[in-house]
Each structure stands twice: as C-alpha cells, then as structure tokens.
C-alpha cells in the first residue's frame, strides 16, 4: 500500500470524488440516501460490456476448458526432448507460440503487460477494440478505471501487478468468448500462472471469475470472499469489471469495498512473507 495516499486521494482516483465517507469506510454516493454497504445481495447482472449484456452466456467451467485444451495442457516433456507444448515454454517462448496461434480474426495477440514477478496477477476477459489495436491488456477507458483502481491499493502495472486477460485474442464484435475460445487460449493462462507464481488472483468481472473458479455463481455473490484457484494452491478475489462501473457508476462504491479487501489481502500476504 502506498502511505502517502490519502482517503480522499484514493477515492479520487476511483471518480468518487464528493461521496461521503461514512464510519468504518462505507461510501455515501452524493445524495442517495445512507445504506448499508457491502457485498450485493441480489445476483449483480454484471458483465462487460452492452453487448455483452445482451449475450449473456454462462462462462465455460475451467474443468472443462481444461479437458478441452487437452494435451496442450500437458506437463513438461522429459528432459532434453524438445518439447513446444505451452507447459514447457518461458515467457518469450509463451509470446511466440501464442502469435503463432489462429488470431480468430483479431488483429493480435493480447499476451499480458507488468511485472511478471508480482504477487499479484489481474484476470480480466478478453481484449476489445483499443486493447487489439495496440496489443497491450486494459487500455482503453476501461483499463484506465482498472489503472485507478490499482493505483487506490498502492498497486500498478509499472510495479507489482501483473494484467493479463482469459482470452488473448479480441473476440469478433466484442461478444463474450466463446467455451472454444477460452479453451484454446487456456494454456497460455495457465503457463503464465505456472511462470508468476502470483499469491493473489484478482478476477475483474464475471466472466474472469466464473471460468477462474469453475462455476455458474453470479459475480455479486462470489465478491466479497476469498476462494481458492481450484487447480492451485492459489487465492482468488473477485470484483466487477471496470467497463461494468463505467456504465453502472453507482456500483463504484461496492468496487471500493472489494478494493478495500484486496488491499487487506495484499497487506496479510506481504506480512506472512516479512
Ligand atoms: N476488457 C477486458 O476484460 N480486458 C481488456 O484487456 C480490456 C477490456
């Protein structure tokens, strides 16, 4: 966490500038009346972007999207074999062989940006329209938000996060991914988690969240906990994409509660390794 900011510094970064801060740091958005903060009771409709709204499908279970993904999944080959499957390959050779793949139409592949040793990894859903163009994950308004958002918790992706996104490849019409494409670009996800050795997956947005966790469970009832990555020994928190805020604002201060225990966690895994 970085001391120097402020509370009122730290919702700024967030555009909540004018909410009121309420003992034990609930947030009041200006004029609505006080209620209770804290994870959605209803199941969030949330998703990342309008059209996906419209589209909305469950996200493929990862199990599955593993036994999909089949042998590329396989574990590093015998020594001295020369072995190009995902699982055996450093961080260039991971780059290579992914803008080697099928680019589904998108322009490029969308590999991850940051520090490839933080403790943290971000997850996001797949590229759009900015993130295609100039190869780099969370760049357009959205990833700016995302930017605010680490920056809120003392992180960044100069610094100690690492962002990447479950697809690699911007998705035609920037509808949600399909189970195929998910499965083909699962590998990749999974080698770069073998690679980093985060401590913390945080999930941004449904789809993140519900292929990481291997479930149907709507995003306002799996934030506000910690799960574990069930093919790792690995924490996972969850919280709403920031394309979801830009459209839905008034959501931001359920965002900041989920900030608030991301930067608890971050603070409890810095703590346990001092
Ligand atoms: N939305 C995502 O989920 N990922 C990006 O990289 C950009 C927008």
């Not at 997850?123 to 780099?136: C, F, H, I, L, T």
């Not at 930017?147 to 992180?155: K, N, P, S, T, Y």
């Not at 699962?186 to 985060?198: A, F, G, H, S, T």
């Amino acid at each position: 966490m970085n001391d120097d900011l402020t509370r009122r510094q730290q919702l700024a970064a967030l555009g909540l500038t004018d909410w009121r801060i309420r003992p034990g740091g609930a947030l009041d958005k200006p004029g609505a009346p006080a209620k209770p903060v804290g994870p959605a009771p209803e199941a969030a409709a949330e998703a990342t972007t309008p059209t996906m709204e419209a589209a909305a499908s469950p996200a493929p279970e990862s199990g599955q999207i593993a036994a999909d993904a089949g042998d590329l999944l396989a574990e590093p080959s015998a020594e001295g074999s020369a072995d190009n499957s995902p699982a055996a390959l450093d961080w260039p050779a991971l780059a290579d062989w992914l803008a080697a793949q099928d680019h589904r139409g998108a322009t490029q592949p969308v590999f991850g940006i940051g520090a490839q040793d933080a403790d943290v990894l971000i997850v996001g859903e797949a590229p759009g329209a900015n993130e295609d163009a100039q190869g780099v994950p969370f760049v357009g308004r959205a990833g700016q938000l995302l930017d605010r958002m680490l920056f809120a918790i003392g992180c960044s992706r100069e610094t100690n996060v690492y962002i990447t996104n479950i697809c690699k490849f911007r998705p035609p019409d920037n509808r949600d991914p399909t189970r195929e494409e998910i499965a083909a670009d699962w590998p990749v996800l999974e080698r770069q988690i073998d690679l980093m050795q985060p401590k913390l997956v945080v999930a941004v947005g449904r789809i993140a969240a519900q292929t990481l966790l291997d479930c149907k469970t709507p995003l306002g009832k799996l934030r506000g906990q910690l799960h574990r990555y069930p093919r790792r020994d690995l924490d996972v928190l969850v919280t709403y994409h920031p394309a979801y805020l830009l459209r839905s604002p008034d959501q931001k201060n359920k965002a900041w509660a989920d900030l608030k225990i991301i930067a608890r966690h971050i603070g409890s895994l810095a703590e346990r390794a001092a």
